[in-house]
Nanobody, 114 residues
Framework: VQLVESGGGLVQPGGSLRLSCAASGFTFSYYAMGWARQVPGKGLEWVSGIYNEGTPYYIDSVKGRFTISRDSAKTTLYLQMNGLKPEDTAVYYC?????????RGQGTQVTVSS
């Protein structure tokens, strides 16, 4: 299993980023997928998940700002993040499985700062 995230970076408050996760080594369309994040000194926090038929889940703090999607033809998971806030700063991980995961990627840093 390989999960490779991209799209992180530095953005000002109110800005947008789109994270991508290229998945391989398993039948992508069979599995729920998700995004989780972690800040130094804290545990991993679920951000969003999407079931294999497309039903999404979001934590309350990102509802209305983040949109998760998946493209089974490209075996890629996305997270569109709008209206970013400083408290969204974290390393974001793509995970296989939701609400429990068995693999995660190496992570991509998202920093929201002016």
């Amino acid at each position: 299993v390989q999960l490779v995230e991209s799209g992180g970076g530095l953005v000002q408050p109110g800005g947008s980023l789109r994270l991508s996760c290229a998945a391989s080594g398993f039948t992508f369309s069979y599995y729920a997928m998700g995004w989780a994040r972690q800040v130094p000194g804290k545990g991993l926090e679920w951000v969003s998940g999407i079931y294999n038929e497309g039903t999404p889940y979001y934590i309350d703090s990102v509802k209305g700002r983040f949109t998760i999607s998946r493209d089974s033809a490209k075996t890629t998971l996305y997270l569109q993040m709008n209206g970013l806030k400083p408290e969204d700063t974290a390393v974001y991980y793509c995970v296989k499985g939701f609400p429990r995961y068995d693999y995660r990627g190496q992570g991509t840093q998202v920093t929201v700062s002016s």
